[in-house]
């Protein structure tokens, strides 16, 4: 015997699509493409004005380094005396993006520069950012063959080549950067790892790099 309420169930959701199979498809896939922005908090829309100074200060709010650079010929010295300044030595291990590369290294006599994934040994990491979001001080790292995860992930100190002309608003701005291009992982990074579960006490590096410095170029 048929249960009246399943057939009732039943038949309401044929006809439900039915007239959805009799739509117009061009309708119907203008409805599911068309997205709209969500409510967007007052500090994801900063002014272009003041779109780094927002970014800078919250990233450094959650504990990230930002070193400002006009050009790329600056990056060696800076990112040297960093490595100094915390006691670890030159090596550093980077992406094999152009952009990485047009880095004038030998100015620096101290950093020897390996590119390719990163390994448990290497102590530095360096690569270049596709997005810096102002909202958070947030820094969004996109996979590829040329910009390998793990450099993001292994070493002591992340470093992050961030050029000015990427910085954005909020989050929903960089996934209309991404668009269809969905790289094999998104990794959004504010601040260094962390973690307070134990006793409640602040323990760096928990679950990644202990620090991470940012550089800021303005003219890329």
Not at 60 to 88: D, I
Not at 92 to 119: C, H, K, M, N, Y
Not at 190 to 214: C, N, V, W, Y
Request: charged residues 15%; aromatic residues 4%.
């Amino acid at each position: 015997m048929i249960n009246p309420n399943r057939e009732q169930i039943l038949k309401v959701i044929r006809r439900a699509t039915k007239a959805r199979g009799q739509g117009n498809p061009d309708a119907v896939r203008k409805r599911l493409t068309a997205t709209r922005a969500n409510i967007v908090p007052h500090r994801g829309r900063p002014d272009n004005k003041i779109m780094k100074e927002t970014f800078i200060d919250e990233a450094q709010a959650a504990g990230a380094q930002v070193s400002c650079l006009s050009a790329l010929g600056g990056v060696p010295v800076t990112l040297a005396g960093y490595l100094q300044q915390h006691g670890q030595n030159g090596l550093v291990r980077i992406g094999s993006d152009p952009l990485l590369s047009a880095i004038p290294w030998q100015a620096e006599s101290f950093l020897t520069v390996q590119s390719g994934p990163a390994t448990g040994t290497d102590q530095t990491g360096l690569n270049l950012a596709l997005a810096g979001i102002a909202e958070t001080g947030t820094v969004l790292m996109a996979s590829s063959p040329q910009s390998p995860a793990m450099v993001n992930l292994l070493p002591l100190s992340h470093i992050v080549l961030l050029p000015a002309s990427r910085l954005v608003g909020n989050y929903e701005q960089t996934i209309e950067l991404i668009g269809d291009n969905m790289p094999r992982m998104a990794t959004y990074i504010t601040g260094p790892s962390r973690t307070a579960d134990i006793e409640q006490k602040l323990l760096m590096g928990a679950h990644g790099p202990q620090r991470l410095f940012i550089l800021l170029i303005d003219s890329l």
